[in-house]
């Protein structure tokens, strides 16, 4: 084993992860992920001593000319962290009364478990009270007289389109909305579908569902037809809300044709949807060019007007269902997350207020979309329950020009600015005259999200972007946190280009072996939770037990995340990447045996695997090793035809960037595939591929070597 290197071993899986002194000289935090593979037996096993990470840290930026409005003093926050763990139900209990409360939670209101051997997990967090966050968001603001402040900016995709709401026009017609779904028979409990493009009516319609108590389930309109058929059967939603289409860029994309595609599938496998609402984005698609089923379909323009204005809350209990987001899983079938009603409503205000020291009025532009968490989280819930303002954007950060996102932010006079690594790197690689032809003095805080922001990345986003003046709070969190565990405080404490630092409130966060044992100190190992934050996931729908298998029984008595991390002499945390088979692409996550489910759709295929590689630009590439049917040649068409396959099967943010002929793969007598073989190959290190004589036929790896693309 190469002297710079260790590995981890998880579960029958195993891991190389690089030395920090190596990490530094490649500049990249990419180097640390997604190379997992079977153990090898000669090279085993985890780092827990701190003496094996004891190293220079990198050199701490220092925001001092920062001060944050809340926090005066890291001993501040000291102290807030640790009654937050020592005193949980009162340190939460004192924020939730910020909150309007229809009736008062009880005095012992949390409870939780996170042992399997103990009895079934649960969550409970504010227990007894009863809330909406709707009314939260958006009644409680214009009651207190903020009715005229602007609640969304819109800007389309193109330049001469933009669009102000303030929060009583969105209370307004977030109230219509409310009216209409219960004209149609939605009630508490039931599912709403949406699958919308980044308008304004796409969080309207979330607060709609939950102003009435019914569950809104985003899926993100860049799925396929296939894959939102599937999400629609799970929840039974009867009712899907969409767009007749979309601009994206220069591209034209019918979404009213993919949802009517999915109700086609959702019919045959016997499920009926009953009514489809749609919203004409005549930008894109008008009325005449939709296709329509009668009877079905109605029109937004011609539904939603004629409502009222005026829709009874429905008061929820606390742990009360809000919202089902699907996130990739390691077995191919999507984890539909539940979060509910208190518990998230405090903790996404919370970590939205201290991270990006959020004051109401501010300007605040979260890049994502919200069929992400993140578009949940910090383009809706969280400002608008700080009486921020959200941008919200259609378009692509770069069209027509690599300079769009700064012209938005001078126009707009932005003050936070939240976005994902990639775009970072890819609007660095664009140059910076894009980003100094424009008026960024609005600018006070810098933030990334999705994957860990490799610091070569960080130091422009920083120096080029933010003047040298915004601190950066580089968050880790997840679909299932539902809001930040992990994240710097600006100005509080100094930073580290990589680092997410510290815990926030409330999140007791653990470092583990391979055995399940707390690493204290400096170390590396598996990053779990030891205790309940008010938003943790609280089942996947419909399937509790893969719930408690998938973060709960792996390590007893913690949640575990799916991700390593290491943890440095100052305490600070470094995100080192996925342990299981999921690719983290873009920000986004994509289960390796979903790509490899619809690869072998294609009628040529007989057999795929599927791993991640490094990427300039996404952080990840998927890279496919595709075994064809027995006399069939491997052509350009074939290549072409198997990306299209997973495009249609699972959306295009999920193809492929490399498909590699294999006319054999790399299994052990067994029969289980070698993915650490395949790993090697994809990140052209085969002097690195280690034992491979435990092969069935050791012989497949040169081949493959030598039809490597």
């Known amino acids: 084993m190469m002297a710079s290197s260790r590995l981890l071993q998880f579960r029958g899986l195993t891991r190389r992860v690089l030395k920090p002194s190596t990490f530094y000289r490649c500049g990249s935090l990419r180097n640390f992920a997604y190379t997992w593979g079977p153990p090898d037996p000669s090279t085993l096993k985890v780092t827990s001593a701190a003496s094996q990470v004891a190293h220079a840290p990198p050199p701490m930026v220092l925001q001092e000319n920062y001060k944050h409005s809340l926090l005066k003093s890291r001993e501040q926050y000291d102290a807030m962290y640790k009654r937050s763990i020592e005193d949980p139900q009162g340190f939460w209990s004192d924020i939730g009364k910020e909150f309007h409360w229809e009736k008062k939670w009880h005095a012992d209101h949390h409870s939780y478990n996170f042992d399997v051997r103990q009895g079934p997990i649960q969550n409970q967090w504010f227990k007894g009270g009863q809330t909406n966050i709707t009314y939260n968001c958006l009644d409680r603001h214009v009651e207190a007289g903020r009715g005229d402040q602007i609640c969304f900016l819109w800007e389309g995709n193109d330049l001469d389109r933009d669009r102000r709401m303030t929060y009583k026009e969105v209370l307004d017609e977030v109230c219509r909305v409310a009216n209409w779904l219960r004209s149609v028979g939605v009630k508490k409990g039931d599912a709403v579908a949406i699958y919308a493009p980044m308008l304004c009516e796409l969080p309207i319609a979330m607060l709609a569902c939950a102003r009435i108590g019914a569950m809104h389930s985003v899926v993100f309109a860049g799925f396929s037809a296939d894959s939102l058929a599937g999400r629609i059967v799970d929840c039974k939603s009867r009712v899907v809300i969409t767009t007749s289409g979309v601009m994206r860029g220069s591209k034209k994309v019918e979404l009213k044709k993919i949802v009517d595609n999915a109700l086609n599938i959702c019919k045959k496998s016997g499920f009926e949807v009953d009514t489809c609402l749609v919203y004409e984005n005549d930008n894109a698609i008008d009325k005449a060019s939709c296709p329509w089923t009668e009877g079905r379909d109605r029109w937004w323009h011609d539904e939603i007007p004629k409502q009222s204005t005026e829709a009874a809350v429905e008061w929820m209990d606390s742990e009360d269902p809000l919202f089902l987001l699907y996130t990739s899983g390691s077995t191919g079938k999507p984890k539909g997350v539940m979060h509910t009603t208190g518990g998230y409503m405090v903790m996404a205000a919370t970590t939205t207020k201290y991270v990006f020291d959020m004051q109401p009025g501010d300007v605040y532009w979260c890049t994502a979309d919200c069929g992400w968490i993140t578009g949940h989280t910090y383009l809706t819930y969280g400002p608008l329950l700080n009486g921020a303002t959200s941008v919200v954007f259609e378009g692509t950060p770069t069209y027509p020009t690599p300079a769009r996102c700064w012209q938005i932010v001078e126009k707009y006079k932005v003050k936070q600015f939240y976005t994902a690594p990639t775009l970072i790197r890819s609007l660095e690689g664009s140059g910076d005259q894009h980003v100094t032809s424009q008026d960024r003095s609005s600018l006070r805080i810098l933030g990334t999200v999705g994957e860990p922001i490799n610091p070569q990345a960080w130091n422009w986003y920083h120096k080029v972007v933010g003047e040298g003046r915004c601190p950066i709070v580089d968050t880790w969190w997840q679909t299932e946190t539902a809001a930040h565990l992990i994240s710097p ?188 073989v395949l790993r090697k190959i994809a990140s052209k290190e085969e002097d690195q591929l280690g034992d491979i004589s435990t092969l069935a036929d050791p012989g497949v790896v040169e081949t493959l070597l030598k039809l490597r693309p």
């Open 489 to 676: 405080l600006p100005g509080v404490w100094g930073q580290k280009p990589g680092s997410a630092s510290l815990p926030f409130f409330g999140a007791h966060i653990a470092m583990v072996d391979e055995k399940g044992q707390e690493i204290e100190g400096p170390g590396e190992g598996y990053l779990c939770v030891k205790s309940s934050w008010p938003s943790t996931i609280r089942t996947i729908y419909g399937d509790h037990d893969r719930y408690e298998t998938t973060y709960f029984a792996p390590f007893k008595g913690f949640y575990f995340s799916g991700d390593g991390c290491r943890r440095d002499a100052d305490g600070y945390y470094w995100i080192t990447g996925r342990v299981d088979d999921v690719i983290n692409v873009s920000g986004h996550r994509i289960g390796t045996a979903e790509v490899e489910g619809a690869l072998e759709e294609h009628p040529a295929c007989a057999e795929a695997a599927v791993v991640g590689f490094e990427h300039p630009i996404k952080g990840q590439g998927i890279y496919a090793y595709v075994t064809l049917m027995q006399g069939t040649e491997f052509t350009e068409d074939i290549r072409k035809g198997l990306v299209m396959t997973v495009r249609e099967q699972i959306g295009a943010f999920a193809a492929p960037d490399v498909i590699h002929e294999a006319p054999g793969l790399p299994k052990t007598r067994s029969g289980k595939i070698m993915r650490r």
